[in-house]
């Protein structure tokens, strides 16, 4: 079978790879052309000039970029997904508002496409692997006509009825998962401003029930742990997401959007392209000493 992707990030890249091993033939496309050239000659797959090229190619079409704003654009702006003739399904995988997801929905019924959202838990190496956990809304029989796709990168799939459900979720579970850094980095800067050893903490949570999530972020947030798998400037995108989402229902944002905050600072001082939780460091070089030597 031949699938589309649209967006060849971090994500998109791992999940081509995950495709290309269970037997489809991809056609792809990437803002930056070089990228997809590249994917292409290590995969064997082809690369498209535009997203509605992708779509004239495919029948379905995953799109993974980064946000609200990417989304749109290649869904709906010019030389799109929706600019391709005949019918097409788009499967939206990108963190994105469920505002923005409603848009996306009813913008390619009117062009007559149809949409899914599938956001996903799990990161780089779960989508090279096929082991996301993956969350699908839109309308059933369209979740059914995706169904062979979603299963070929999903260890666990979950249909949640109608958009904007899993959009919702998905935001709902990073702002879980994404508060735990900064939970983190704030009460090592606080052992740091009082001069007290922050390796403390770590040998104490481990007799405590949350140590696992303390030791599980520990190494990936002071720089010992390598390779990037989220961004934080992504990271600081989802927060925001989360806190519009709560306010366009009138909810206070109290918790997300103080994450958010923090993690959009600590991606203009610098570390934007890393890991997202190295936002500790950017908290430790504010309670002074800098970076893990200096600790
Ligand atoms: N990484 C994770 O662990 C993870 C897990 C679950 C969900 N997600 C979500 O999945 C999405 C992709 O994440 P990622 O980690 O793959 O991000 P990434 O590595 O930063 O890649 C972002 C992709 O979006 C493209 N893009 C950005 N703006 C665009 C625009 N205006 N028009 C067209 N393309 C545009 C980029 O193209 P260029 O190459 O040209 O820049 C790139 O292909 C995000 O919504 C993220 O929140 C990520």
């Known amino acids: ?104 929905y009813e913008g390619l019924q009117r062009r007559g496409k149809a949409y899914l959202e599938a956001p996903v838990y799990g990161s780089v190496d779960a989508a090279e692997g096929c082991r996301l956990l993956t969350m699908a809304a839109g309308p059933r029989e369209v979740f059914e006509d995706a169904k062979g796709v979603l299963e070929a990168f999903s260890s666990e799939l979950m249909y949640l009825g109608d958009v904007p459900r899993a959009s919702v979720l998905k935001l709902a579970l990073n702002n879980i998962g994404l508060a735990l850094p900064a939970i983190l980095g704030e009460s090592l800067a606080l052992l740091k401003a009082w001069g007290v050893e922050i390796e403390i903490l770590r040998s104490v949570a481990r007799k405590l029930w949350f140590g696992e999530a303390v030791e599980r972020y520990w190494d990936r947030a002071l720089g010992e742990a390598g390779s990037v798998r989220f961004r934080l400037a992504l990271a600081a995108k989802d927060m925001h997401y989360v806190a519009r989402a709560l306010r366009e229902r009138g909810v206070p944002a109290h918790v997300s959007s103080a994450i958010a905050d923090l993690y959009t600072a600590a991606a203009a001082s610098g570390y934007g392209d890393k890991d997202y939780p190295v936002a500790v460091q950017h908290l430790l070089r504010l309670a002074g000493g800098g970076s893990r030597a200096g600790l």
């Open 1 to 104: 079978m031949r699938i589309g992707i649209v967006g060849l990030g971090l994500m998109g890249t791992a999940l081509a790879r995950c495709l290309a091993s269970r037997g489809f033939e991809l056609v792809v496309y990437n803002r930056t052309l070089s990228r997809a050239e590249n994917l292409c000659r290590e995969l064997g797959c082809v690369v498209a000039t535009t997203p509605r090229g992708v779509a004239e190619a495919c029948r379905a079409v995953i799109l993974f970029v980064s946000d609200d704003e990417a989304v749109h654009q290649v869904a709906l702006g010019r030389g799109g997904v929706a600019e391709a003739p005949g019918r097409v399904t788009v499967i939206n995988m990108s963190t994105i508002t469920p505002m923005e997801s409603l848009r996306l």
